[in-house]
C-alpha cells in the first residue's frame, strides 16, 4: 500500500469526480427539485457517449459532438417523460422503460457493444492523458472545472425565471402548480429534459476521459449520482444554503464520491465489489433520514395557534 | 360569472363503492355573489369545487364561467379564471419556496411562462405592501420559507396568492377547517376584506353554520350530489341556525346530525 500509487491517481479521480459532477447535477435537478426519481440516466449517459464518440468518428468537431450527445439525452428526457405524463405510467417504471429501449438505441448508434477513441487521432476536450503535464488550460481539472462553475450558473439563472420557478414549485407540489396555472406536465417534462440532457453531456465528457464508449458504461450511474447528492448535501449542506452554491456542492460530492472509491480500491478491496458497496452507502444515506425521524425524534408538543394566525 | 348545468360525476362507476357525488347539479352564480355551501358529509361540496376547478373531467354537463364553456379546458388552463384556496394550508403554497417566490408564481397565472425573471424588485415593494395589510408580520420576512409558516399564515398567504391576480371567481374550499377559532376567524375577516375590495365572484365552502350565515349574500345547502336550498337576499339576513336545522329537516327529511355542524 503505497501512499503515492494513491496520489498520482488523484488528478484523474478528480477529473471523473467533475465529469459525474455534472450527471449528479442532472440527477439532483430531477430527484430533489421534481420529485422525480428517474431512472432513465442509466442509458442516457451511455447515449450520450456513443453519439459523442460517432460524431467524433464522423468528423465532427469535439463541441458539435458534445452538443449532439446533450441533445440526444433530452431526447431520451422527453420519452422518458412522454411515458409518464401522456401515457400515465407511474415515473420509476417510466425511466425503467426508457433505460431497457436504449440499450438498443445505444448499440444501434455504436454499431457494437464498445468503441474506442484515439485520443492522439481526435482532438478531445478532456482524458485521463490530459490530467497531468499539460499546461494548465488543456489540463481537464481545469476544463471541467470552469464547466461546472458555467453550468451552475446558467441553472441558477434558468431556476429563477418564470419557467425555472414554474419547474420548482410543480416538484414541490403539483396540484399548488396547477392552480396557478402552470402546465404540470409540460415542467415535468421540461425537467426530465434538462436533467438527461446533462447526463448526456456527461457521458460524452466521460467517453473522451476515458478513451471509450461502452454500451454498459451508464449502468449504476443512477447510483452514482444519488451518491454524489447525498454527500455532497450531507457534507457541504450546512454551509451551502444558496442554490448555486448547492449544486457546487453536489460537484464536490461527486468528486469526494470517487476519492472514497479510489481509496477503497487502494486499500485492496476487490473493484467486482464496488458497485455492491456503492449501493449500500446510498442505502445507508437514504435510510438516515428517515432514521433519524422514527428513532431521534423527540416527541414535542405542538404550540397552540395563539399568536402564530 | 358561473353557471353550472346538469353536471354529473360519479366515482368508481360500476362497483360497489359507486357514489354519484354530482347528481344533474344545476347552479347560476352571479357577478359579484358571495355565496356559502354547506351540506354534510359526502353532500358534493368539495365535489362541485373541483369540477368547477378542472381536477377532473365531468361525466355529463357543462360548466361555463363568464359564459365562456370551459368543461372541457385542462386544470391549469382554466386556473386563469380562478383563485383557489382549499382546506388543507399545506395545499395552496409550494413549501421549499418562500414567500415573495409563492406570491410571484400566483402572479404570473395566466399569463404564458417565458425566461423573463421569475421575480422582479417592483413586484416586491407590492407584494411587501399587500402583506403588510394581512397584519400577520409577513411583509418583512418575503424571502422566508413558506413551509415554517403557521396553517393560519399559509391560508392567509394561499388567499393573497388566490387574488393577486383577480380572478373571475373565488374557490374557497372549507379554507378555515384546519385552523384553531381564533386564526380561523381572522382568516375569515381576511377573506371578507379582500372579496369585499375586489367585488369578488365567491364560493365558500363551510362545516360552519353559523359563518354560512354571517357571511356572503346567499346561502346553498347541498346533500348526495343536489341543492335543496337556497337562500339570498333580506331572507338569507333572518337566517338562524335553528332555521337552517329546521329546513335541513324539511327537505332532506331526516335530522341534520353532525355535532361538527351545528357547534363548529
Known amino acids: ?101 436504449l440499450y438498443s438505441v445505444n448499440l444501434e448508434i455504436m454499431g457494437k457493444a464498445n468503441q474506442v477513441i484515439n485520443v492522439d487521432k481526435y482532438n478531445l476536450l478532456v482524458s485521463l492523458r490530459y490530467t497531468k503535464g499539460v499546461s494548465i488550460y488543456k489540463n481537464s481539472i481545469f476544463v471541467m472545472a470552469v464547466a461546472i462553475i458555467l453550468l451552475v450558473v446558467i441553472l441558477y439563472w434558468f431556476f429563477g425565471t418564470e419557467l425555472g420557478c414554474a419547474l420548482r414549485a410543480t416538484g414541490c407540489n403539483d396540484g399548488m ?5 402552470i402546465n404540470t406536465n409540460f415542467s415535468k417534462v421540461l425537467g426530465l429534459m434538462i436533467s438527461n440532457g446533462l447526463v448526456g453531456l456527461s457521458g460524452a465528457l466521460l467517453s473522451q476521459y476515458q478513451g471509450f464508449a461502452d454500451i454498459n458504461m451508464a449502468r449504476g450511474a443512477i447510483v452514482i449520482g444519488l451518491a454524489a447528492v447525498i454527500i455532497g448535501e450531507a457534507v457541504f449542506g450546512r454551509w451551502f444554503h444558496n442554490f448555486g452554491l448547492k449544486l457546487i456542492g453536489i460537484a464536490c460530492g461527486s468528486v469526494l464520491y470517487f476519492i472514497v472509491l479510489q481509496t477503497v480500491t487502494w486499500m485492496g478491496v476487490d473493484p467486482n465489489w464496488l458497485k455492491f458497496f456503492s449501493a449500500m452507502i446510498v442505502a445507508i444515506f437514504l435510510a438516515i433520514p428517515y432514521w433519524k425521524d422514527k428513532y431521534f425524534t423527540k416527541p414535542t408538543i405542538k404550540e397552540g395557534g395563539k399568536n402564530h394566525a | 360569472m358561473l353557471e353550472l348545468r346538469n353536471v354529473t360525476k360519479v366515482f368508481n362507476p360500476g362497483t360497489v363503492n359507486e357514489k354519484i357525488a354530482l347528481d344533474n ?72 419556496m418562500g414567500i415573495e417566490e409563492n406570491l410571484a408564481l400566483a402572479k ?51 388567499l393573497l396568492m388566490a387574488t393577486l391576480q383577480k380572478p373571475k371567481l ?60 337556497d337562500i339570498r337576499g333580506e331572507e338569507k339576513k333572518k337566517l338562524t341556525v335553528e332555521d337552517l336545522l329546521h329546513k335541513f329537516g324539511e327537505a332532506s327529511g331526516e335530522e341534520f346530525t353532525s355535532d361538527k355542524a351545528i357547534l363548529g
Not at chain 2, 182 to 211: F, G, P, Q, S
Request: glycine share 12%.
Open chain 2, 108 to 158: 404570473r397565472r395566466g399569463y404564458g411562462r417565458t425566461l423573463r425573471a421569475g421575480i422582479t424588485k417592483k413586484e416586491r415593494e407590492d407584494y411587501r405592501q399587500r402583506l403588510a395589510i394581512l397584519g400577520l408580520g409577513l411583509e418583512d420576512r418575503l424571502t422566508t420559507k413558506v413551509g415554517l409558516l403557521s396553517g393560519g399564515q399559509r391560508q392567509a398567504l394561499t
Open chain 2, 25 to 96: 347539479f344545476s347552479m347560476t352564480l352571479e357577478d359579484g355573489e358571495f355565496v356559502t355551501v354547506i351540506g354534510g358529509n359526502g353532500a358534493g361540496k368539495s365535489t362541485m369545487m373541483n369540477a368547477i376547478a378542472g381536477v377532473w373531467p365531468v361525466d355529463a354537463g357543462q360548466i361555463l364561467i363568464d359564459g365562456e364553456d370551459v368543461t372541457k379546458l385542462s386544470e391549469h388552463k382554466r386556473a386563469k379564471y380562478l383563485g383557489r384556496v382549499f382546506q388543507d394550508p399545506m395545499m395552496g403554497t409550494a413549501a421549499t
Open chain 1, 1 to 101: 500500500m503505497n501512499v503515492l500509487n494513491l496520489l498520482i491517481a488523484m488528478p484523474g479521480v478528480l477529473t471523473q469526480g467533475l465529469i459525474w459532477g455534472i450527471a449528479a447535477i442532472g440527477i439532483y435537478i430531477t430527484y430533489r427539485i421534481l420529485d422525480f426519481a428517474d431512472l432513465t440516466v442509466d442509458g442516457s449517459l451511455c447515449t450520450g457517449g456513443a453519439v459523442c464518440i460517432m460524431m467524433l468518428f464522423s468528423g465532427y468537431n469535439v463541441v458539435i459532438s458534445m452538443l449532439a450527445a446533450t441533445f440526444a439525452g433530452m431526447l431520451t428526457g422527453l420519452a422518458t417523460g412522454i411515458f409518464h405524463t401522456f401515457m400515465g405510467i407511474p415515473p420509476i417504471l417510466s425511466g425503467i422503460l426508457t433505460q431497457l429501449a
Open chain 2, 170 to 229: 373565488l374557490l374557497l374550499d372549507e379554507h378555515t377547517a384546519a385552523l384553531d377559532p381564533k386564526t380561523a376567524a381572522k382568516v375569515l375577516e381576511i377573506t371578507e376584506y379582500i372579496v369585499n375590495k375586489d367585488h369578488l365572484t365567491t364560493l365558500m365552502i363551510t362545516h360552519n353554520m353559523k359563518d354560512a350565515i354571517v357571511h356572503g349574500n346567499r346561502l346553498i345547502m347541498l346533500m348526495d350530489g343536489r341543492i335543496i336550498l
Open chain 1, 177 to 181: 402548480a396547477r392552480a396557478q396555472g
